[in-house]
């Protein structure tokens, strides 16, 4: 199921069958030359859509789309939230999933940096559960869609140089299966863009101009991306289903 696409009985009924909920979560932030502003929430969307195809059963909910980007702010588009912000947003929603009977929430994410903000988000519910000495009722998990087995590895081989850390040619082959009629094409000099540490944004665009860390995303191709959509698809079939199954979450 999909959640905005039913009713509320729907999930009503849903809830008798499964309290898990998979919610896609990204970011907002420039790509690069080439790739697209909602690469990192399109990817967890599309990866956990194209789940659902191959299980209704799994239950996804609305994209959480804008995250945490801050470095990206020196190029337009781009938009943030505030660590701090961010948190709150993840615990209301996260409350009022919990609220309904959901005892499972399954961030599925597409961006790296919001990695430390959603794991200090878990922590600070768990928290107010501790304090208040009582079960927080909810198991919070975060899964990075390159995570899923062989996936990582599948995209060093598909792209062994020029993979780089960011507007990398993985996830711009993605959005580039699921919507070929916004591939992008311009320039990208040089070829390889420069590695380096992430600050803020006028360091950020300092260091890499025209947005990208490390990649070559020119190199990427629609059956790139379809084949990376259907190994981390099947990898969250999986674990979707072992999590049905009972078995212990990591
Ligand atoms: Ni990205």
New binding site residues.
């Given amino acids: 199921m999909i959640l905005h696409l039913s009713t509320w009985p729907e999930i009503e009924a849903q809830l008798t069958r499964s309290r898990t909920i998979v919610i896609p979560i990204g ?1 907002t932030e420039q ?1 690069g030359p080439t790739g697209l502003l909602g ?2 929430w399109l990817c967890s969307e599309i990866i956990a859509h194209r789940a659902h195809a191959e299980d209704s059963g799994i239950l996804v909910g609305p994209t959480f789309n804008v995250g945490m980007a801050q470095h990206h702010l020196g190029f337009p588009g781009s938009i943030s939230l505030r660590p701090s912000t961010m948190m709150l947003v993840l615990r209301d929603w996260v409350s009022s999933l919990s609220m309904h009977g959901f005892e499972t929430i399954y961030f599925l994410n ?2 790296g940096g919001n990695i430390p903000t959603i794991e200090a988000a878990f922590s600070e519910i768990y928290a107010e559960a501790s304090y208040a000495k009582r079960r927080a009722g909810v198991t919070l998990m975060l899964r990075n869609w390159w995570q899923f087995p062989g996936v990582d590895e599948l995209a060093h081989r598909q792209f062994p140089t020029g993979h780089g850390s ?3 040619p993985s ?1 711009i082959a993605i959005t580039q299966a699921a919507y070929p009629e916004s591939i992008k094409v311009a320039p990208c000099d040089p070829p390889i863009a420069p590695s380096g540490p992430i600050r803020e944004a006028i360091d950020f665009r300092a260091r890499h101009p025209d947005g990208r860390m490390g990649s070559d995303p020119l190199q990427a191709t629609p059956a790139h991306g379809e084949a990376l959509i259907a190994l981390a698809a099947k990898g969250l079939v999986a674990e979707i289903e072992a999590l049905a199954a009972g078995a212990d979450q990591a």
């Fill in positions: 970011s790509h690469t990192d597409g961006h960011h507007a990398q996830e």
